[in-house]
Every structure is written in structure tokens, then in C-alpha cells.
């Protein structure tokens, strides 16, 4: 069983849609986690990054995270075309493990308008 | 924040041989970590790089295969020695900028290569 499980997608929805990504993950000694936005070529970005269990919110992007069932969640609201890219969930243990990121396989999101 | 650069952006590359890909950023840290991104496939860590030290190595991946070199605070180089087609993958670079627990991580574009 892989550490991170994201689903593959890949995801096609129209302009304006809402869309919700998500992973879940295996080991509870996982703290921190993230959201990467990686477009075609580049390397990924970081979108979203929270701690505890519960919502985050960043403009059109909200993060949400529920450690008692190991599953987080992105949501995108009013999704544009310029919202095409991979997305993909890591977690990271902190302490002696900071910095080492696992994750999850990605998924292909396509906005068309 | 944190600017990476990565050379070379991409290279093809013959059976048996080796390449060398570096990474510059733009400022002092403490930690470089080198992933591979297989096609289709997610991130994998290869390895830790800490300045005056000898890199940390995940599983499944060795030394011998992947010298990783970290000369100053700035700078490292990971060899992907005696390649095979199986070597052909994106490797990407990052460094992680802390604010106290929160530690983000910064991404070079990657290297693309093509091993024949």
C-alpha cells in the first residue's frame, strides 16, 4: 500500500466548475500537508499548506483536512482555464523528518472554456 | 521565497554513461533534496543534501548510482552514473525555506532525460 493515495483523475470540467481533489493517506505520523501545482515543464509550486484538521482558505482555493479518517482534500471554485495543470497532495512527518516530502501520484486537471 | 535554477533543462544521453545536473539557488539554506519524477508517475525522493555532510539516501536508491555533491550553502550537483533506459526520468531539485514549523519547499523546473 502506497504511503499517499491520490486519485488519478484525470479530471476534464468547464469553466466556472468546482472541482474537489483528493488523497488519502496511511501513516498518522504525518503532520503537515500540502498542495503542489505543477504545470507542464515546470517544476511543482506549493498552493496550500496547513497542519490541523479543518479548512484553509486561499482566494479561490481551499484546503481541507480531516486527520482522524487520513484524508485531504483541494477544493477550486470558479475554475479556470489557467487552473489546467497536475495536481498533487504531499505529507510530511516534521521533526527528525522535515523536509521529506512523500507524494501522492497526481492529478491531470483539465479546465476548457 | 527561494529561485532555483537547474542545468541542463533537459539532455539525451547514451547507454553506460554519466551526467552531472546542477543546482543554483538564490540564497543560503540549510537543506537540498533531488527527486525523480518518472513519466507519469509522482516525486520520489532520492536523496537529502546537507552542506558539510554526506548526503542521505532513500530507499532504493544508492551512492554509487546517484553521488549527490553540496559544496557550499547555495549549491549541488547529483551524478546519475552508468545510465540505462530506465534512468529516464524528470530530476528536480528543491529547497526548503523554514518560518519557524512551516517549511516550504521550492522547485527548480527539473531535468529531462532521455537515456537511448
Known amino acids: 500500500q502506497k504511503e499517499v493515495e491520490q486519485d488519478p483523475g484525470p479530471l476534464s470540467v468547464p469553466e466556472g466548475a468546482i472541482v474537489s481533489l483528493n488523497c488519502t493517506y496511511s501513516n498518522s505520523a504525518f503532520q503537515y500537508f500540502m498542495w503542489y501545482r505543477q504545470y507542464s515543464r515546470k517544476g511543482p509550486e506549493l498552493l496550500m499548506y496547513t497542519y490541523s484538521s479543518g479548512n484553509k482558505e486561499d482566494g479561490r482555493f481551499t484546503a481541507q483536512v480531516d486527520k482522524s479518517s487520513k484524508y485531504i482534500s483541494l477544493f477550486i471554485r470558479d475554475s479556470q482555464p489557467s487552473d489546467s495543470a497536475t495536481y498533487l497532495c504531499a505529507v510530511e512527518e516534521g521533526g527528525t523528518s522535515y523536509g521529506k516530502l512523500t507524494f501522492g501520484q497526481g492529478t491531470i486537471l483539465t479546465v476548457h472554456p | 521565497s527561494a529561485v532555483i535554477s537547474q542545468k541542463p533543462s533537459r539532455d539525451i544521453c547514451q547507454r553506460g554513461t554519466s551526467l552531472t545536473i546542477q543546482c543554483q539557488v538564490d540564497?543560503?539554506?540549510?537543506?537540498m533534496f533531488w527527486y525523480r519524477q518518472q513519466p507519469g508517475q509522482s516525486l520520489t525522493l532520492i536523496a537529502t543534501a546537507n552542506q558539510g555532510s554526506e548526503a542521505t539516501y532513500e530507499s532504493g536508491f544508492v551512492i554509487d548510482k546517484f553521488p549527490i555533491s553540496r559544496p557550499n550553502l547555495t549549491f549541488s550537483t547529483l551524478t546519475v552514473s552508468n545510465m540505462s533506459p530506465e534512468d529516464s526520468s524528470i530530476y528536480l531539485c528543491?529547497?526548503?525555506?523554514?518560518?519557524?514549523?512551516?517549511?516550504?519547499?521550492?522547485f527548480g523546473a527539473g531535468t529531462r532525460l532521455s537515456v537511448l
Open positions: 528543491s529547497v526548503e525555506a523554514r518560518t519557524g514549523a512551516q517549511g516550504i519547499q521550492y
Open positions: 540564497s543560503q539554506v540549510t537543506m
